[in-house]
């Protein structure tokens, strides 16, 4: 560090000492968000010096956790996509919530072990009033971005953090927690602030969509090309027409800011009417729209109606439908959500956090992932996710189709193309998508003569059927699915190379169900969805442990058919036992003779001469690291309440003389 810049700090650390001694700031030294903030700091008593820092209970943590999970669930993508850009500087991404606690984080190793020392972690509390300024609390408090840097920390202990910070904001405006990079003062980086704001702005835009079913969505921006993307406004109106939510960007474009969005309309804002517009949208596919803000303002957009407006016309931008019904729509040909294939794992939650971002560009997806494990469920989700989701989603698998037939199936044929063809032609799976999505399953089975033409077809976007003269124009996207890895192919000469590279803009590999950590919770949402809403029906304890621990070969599938076959043994019952269990599935297993020995860890069934809270405290420390401190899910594994588990984690710190995390 330069002698400019010491010299600097010791003038902003002199400021404050003279602040705290007679109240006086030199002018110019830091900015009017500091001041402010330091002299919130000074009338709650904290001083330079003592640093009141500390972290929350282990049981109030995941409880913290599981009351904000759609948040989690939103940010930890984004969080891992952010450190991707500032590993390496002795940094971390932190999310805490609107109270100021840590809620997770990821960071440089070499920087987290001195980050811990002041609290930075999970659990850690950095609300402006326990903390005094710095970024979190600060940003939270202002309700805005905030930079805190060395010594404008208040207290001396956080001076070597250089920290940048914002609030996220739900759709309605109300502040839902802040995101963090937090590192060591000397390697602070000028564009750290830059990434923070796009990273929540990513967060925010991400929770409009589950949250307005029934509403009328408005995407737009001054440039037509930036529809769709991240840099778009979004607003969402009631069907009367009043403002409900706006994005940032959406706010910026209308002049407002969220205290002046009250009270605004779709006619206070814009010169054509609320009826009119939804008019124009009814004889057009999804068009990109001129329209007028009543300053005069010149914008682009799309309009997505909600359900309540047009239930037979339009899809809304999200169809959420609950718990009981999915599967029925799934099999239906119905819409499925991408937020509604996961329940709290891991890798599912990266897989989705990808795929999110990429969906609207254009960029082709393969999927990756064994027989069962969903992947066509996937790709649909994948097409309603995206632009062209009021179009039509075609499959086809390509294993299932005789050899002979593949090509015209494919690309269609004209009257008289060969003998046993259609009086009047076929205009094939790729035409029949056009403004939609095409879904090649076991795209690794496409016969080699054929992977030229479609090749043809994904670059010059025209098709021409058998026994025709002429071409037709299409506009698709291009999920495939694969059950083996197409590169061994590839090498094997038998998948063209540069096929290959046009379908796998992104690789999703779906993990199978003996890696997924939610099989229990997935479980229940499947048995719900058999049975319905008019029934209720438990899962036994024992038998959430088996589903734990089955090596499940047919993944999900397996699954559905057990728990459906159960449903049927179990008659008029209310709860599934071992007894309605299937024989060749227990076999499978190998439960029969341990059934009544996997409870807990594996290192805890020979455990000798541990006592019984032992047992339980390791049981529950193991499936918390298992579940990554989802409450909900531990609670289902363990066949208990969450506030059971709540309970017993508190009696587990009380007795352990945990006051808070270590």
Request: charged residues 25%; contains cysteine; aromatic residues 6%.
């Amino acid at each position: 560090m330069g002698s400019m810049a010491t010299d600097k700090l010791n003038c902003i650390r002199k400021a404050r000492e003279d602040f705290l001694s007679n109240g006086l700031i030199p002018a110019g030294v830091v900015n009017d968000t500091i001041i402010r903030s330091w002299q919130r700091s000074a009338e709650r008593g904290i001083g330079m010096e003592r640093g009141e820092t500390r972290c929350i209970p282990r049981y109030d943590l995941m409880q913290r956790r599981d009351k904000n999970h759609t948040l989690l669930i939103r940010s930890q993508p984004v969080m891992e996509n952010l450190y991707h850009e500032i590993c390496g500087t002795s940094s971390m991404v932190l999310l805490a919530d609107r109270e100021g606690i840590v809620l997770h984080s990821i960071g440089d190793p070499n920087f987290v072990d001195q980050a811990q020392k002041v609290y930075l972690k999970p659990g850690g509390i950095w609300s402006e009033s326990v903390n005094g300024t710095n970024a979190i609390g600060t940003a939270l408090e202002e309700q805005q971005p905030v930079h805190v840097h060395s010594s404008e920390h208040f207290i001396d202990k956080n001076r070597f953090l250089s920290c940048s910070a914002t609030p996220i904001f739900d759709p309605r405006g109300a502040v839902l927690g802040a995101l963090d990079v937090s590192g060591d003062y000397r390697g602070h980086q000028q564009h750290t602030m830059a990434l923070v704001r796009l990273s929540a702005q990513i967060i925010e835009n991400q929770m409009f969509a589950p949250e307005f079913p029934d509403d009328i969505v408005i995407c737009f921006h001054v440039k037509p090309e930036f529809v769709g993307t991240l840099y778009e406004g979004i607003a969402v109106f009631s069907p009367q027409g009043d403002l409900i939510a706006a994005n940032r960007s959406a706010l910026l474009q209308f002049g407002l800011d969220r205290f002046r969005m009250t009270g605004h309309c779709f006619a206070s804002l814009f010169r054509l009417s609320l009826p009119k517009l939804l008019e124009q949208t009814r004889f057009q596919h999804h068009p990109v729209l001129k329209l007028q803000l009543q300053s005069g303002a010149e914008l682009f957009g799309r309009v997505w109606p909600g359900a309540s407006i047009s239930p037979v016309t339009f899809l809304p931008i999200t169809t959420s439908p609950s718990n009981e019904n999915k599967t029925r729509a799934i099999a239906a040909g119905e819409p499925t959500l991408l937020n509604e294939l996961e329940f709290g794992d891991r890798k599912m939650q990266v897989l989705i956090g990808k795929a999110m971002k990429v969906v609207g560009h254009d960029i082709p997806i393969m999927i990756e992932g064994e027989s069962g494990t969903g992947k066509e469920l996937l790709a649909r989700a994948l097409h309603m996710a995206g632009p062209r989701k009021n179009g039509p989603f075609v499959p086809v698998n390509c294993a299932s189709i005789p050899e002979g037939l593949i090509e015209s199936e494919l690309f269609g044929y004209q009257e008289g193309a060969f003998t046993g063809a259609k009086r009047k032609g076929h205009i094939g799976k790729i035409r029949e998508a056009d403004k939609g999505t095409l879904f090649l399953d076991e795209i690794g089975e496409m016969p080699l003569q054929l992977q030229a033409r479609l090749l043809r077809v994904l670059q010059d976007r025209m098709v021409s059927p058998l026994g025709g003269t002429g071409s037709f124009r299409v506009e698709l996207s291009v999920v495939c699915a694969t059950n083996r890895r197409i590169r061994d192919a590839v090498a094997a000469g038998t998948f063209r190379e540069d096929l290959y590279y046009r379908l796998n803009g992104l690789l999703l590999t779906l993990p199978s169900l003996k890696e997924r950590e939610d099989r229990v919770p997935l479980s229940r949402k499947i048995l719900d969805d058999l049975l319905g809403p008019e029934r209720t029906v438990g899962i036994s304890p024992e038998v959430l442990r088996i589903f734990e621990s089955h090596p499940w070969p047919g993944n999900i599938r397996q699954m559905h058919n057990v728990l459906r076959t159960a449903v049927a043994l179990l008659g008029e019952g209310n709860e599934i036992t071992v007894g309605e269990l299937p024989e060749d599935f227990m076999e499978q297993a190998d439960c029969g003779n341990r059934g009544r020995d996997m409870s807990g860890d594996p290192s805890d069934r020979n455990c000798g001469n541990a006592s019984l809270a032992d047992v339980e405290a390791r049981t529950i420390s193991s499936t918390l690291d298992r579940t990554g401190g989802n409450i909900a899910a531990a609670a289902k594994i363990m066949g208990i309440g969450r506030n059971t588990l709540y309970r017993k984690l508190r009696s587990l710190t009380s007795a352990e003389n945990h006051t808070y995390i270590q």
